[in-house]
């Protein structure tokens, strides 16, 4: 089947389920009787009083209200996902995962969620977490929401079908899903999956200014894809309801199913992004342009031009500076650099970082390209060349410390600790020589 979406981002959207036309009250939100006797119901993802550039909210028309269900309890099934960020001691070497192993056993998208470093509270709804997802089993029966924070989800291996209250969604590795705070979805899959996970507490991504590059550029507004309305009219005894709430995750059973939207309108959505469609900008004459001109999203803090999270490509692009050493250059940084590989191989480092697998280099942290990638690059001819073809890393970058959890730091048995080996044969070039 193929699927239809609505394009744009941050727009004001509206969709009715083509079974229920004149399922959206023309005009107005509560009518005394909803059409086609649904419930009204809003989901606020900013307070009622935000500005108005940043004020979100969707209206639902629905078979039943969310509130009919049976109290939460705690779910215990899924041990990995946590905000427990002192299981370990402070770590901060270089860290490089070989790629995540994906269970043979049958294990679901919330079974199959595993945390990987993070920092912050969601209680003070400030911080991130990284997570890595392997699964290849269909959620069946059960939904999840996360009451924390926004869900940026990255697939690297597998096809994820999504089912939201907005309607269905389907995300191929190359491609990223956003599924805000509160909305309810949940994963099919087909064969084994995997992929990684940006989860910020303090707010939304918004798309990042684009100053002087002018109107057009990085990622364009109208490549964003939002669900259509699609509703399940569906009496399902014992369907769980999962909720991520302050860093843990509860359960509550409800008797039918909750993608029971028949209509909906508003400006906050999920919606989804095919990263072949960034326009990439990046210089043309000399030296090497900051990560950030890669930037697809970002959220926000409080400081301008300080993120709590950007999420950062690397695209197949022209590289075409001349006199300059093309690679990243190396540098300290005092933000955190997450890293996974999506497809390919990285200019920085050609072995050793796998698609899927992962690195971290932490708060001023040195690090660049390896010892190989060094001497081709201040020695091969500057000919125009296309790099990264076929390839496809990204970066989480974040203004928080992050603490590499005890799955990410032993459990998962995938860091690699000759990772700074990489470095050691950086060869001493200084000489009594102007030129070398
Ligand atoms: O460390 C990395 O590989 C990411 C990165 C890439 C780049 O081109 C410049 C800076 C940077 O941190
Ligand atoms: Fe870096």
């Not at 935000?50 to 639902?60: H, M, Q, V």
């Not at 989800?153 to 209250?165: D, F, S």
């Not at 894809?225 to 860093?247: C, R, S």
Request: hydrophobic share 35%.
């Amino acid at each position: 089947m193929t699927l239809k979406y609505l394009s744009g981002f941050g727009s004001e959207f509206a969709s009715e389920d083509q079974r229920r036309p004149g399922a959206l009250p023309p005009a107005q939100n509560s009518p005394q009787r909803c059409p086609y006797g649904l419930y009204a119901e809003q989901l606020s993802g900013s307070a009622f009083t935000a500005p108005r550039a940043d004020n979100k909210r969707t209206w639902f028309y629905r078979i039943r209200p969310s509130v009919i269900h049976k109290p939460f309890q705690r779910y215990n099934e899924v041990k990995y996902l946590t905000h427990k960020w002192d299981e370990e001691d402070p770590d901060p070497n270089q860290s490089r995962w070989l790629p995540f192993d994906i269970p043979s056993s049958p294990t679901d998208f919330v079974s199959g969620l595993h945390t990987v470093c993070g920092a912050g509270d969601p209680r003070a709804r400030h911080g991130i977490a990284v997570h890595v997802f392997t699964c290849n089993a269909d959620m069946v029966n059960s939904a999840m929401y996360n009451s924390d924070g926004d869900f940026l989800i990255v697939p690297q291996q597998g096809t994820l079908k999504i089912t939201t209250e907005f309607g269905l969604m389907e995300v191929a590795p190359n491609e990223i899903a956003v599924v805000q705070q509160g909305m309810r979805f949940a994963v099919a899959v087909s064969g084994p999956t995997r992929g990684y996970i940006l989860e910020v507490f303090d707010g939304h991504f918004k798309l990042p200014d684009l100053g002087p590059i002018g109107a057009n550029g990085l990622a364009n507004p109208r490549d964003f894809l939002t669900p259509v309305a699609h509703y399940h009219d569906e009496e399902i005894p014992g369907f769980k309801l999962i909720n991520k709430y302050q860093g843990a995750l509860f359960v509550a059973e409800q008797g039918h199913s909750p993608f029971d939207v028949v209509a909906w309108h508003g400006n906050y959505v999920p919606y989804k992004y095919d990263l072949s469609k960034f326009m990439v900008i990046n210089s043309v004459s000399f030296d090497h342009c900051d990560p950030s001109i890669f930037t697809v999203l970002t959220c926000p803090s409080a400081r301008p031009g300080v993120a709590i999270a950007d999420f950062v490509i690397f695209p197949p692009r022209w590289s075409v500076q001349e006199d300059t050493f093309r690679p990243p250059y190396y540098h300290r940084n005092c933000m955190s650099e997450f890293m996974g590989l999506i497809l390919g191989a990285y200019e920085a480092k050609e072995g050793g970082f796998l698609p899927g697998g992962a690195s971290l280099h932490s708060m001023m942290t040195p690090h660049g390209p390896d010892a190989a990638c060094f001497a081709a690059a201040s020695t091969g001819e500057l000919t125009p060349q296309k790099i990264a073809v076929g390839t496809q890393a990204f970066m989480f970058e974040s203004s928080l410390s992050m603490a590499i959890t005890k799955w990410g730091a032993e459990t998962c048995q995938k860091l690699d600790p000759k990772y700074y080996e990489c470095w050691q044969n950086l060869p001493k070039l200084f000489s009594d020589k102007i030129n070398v």
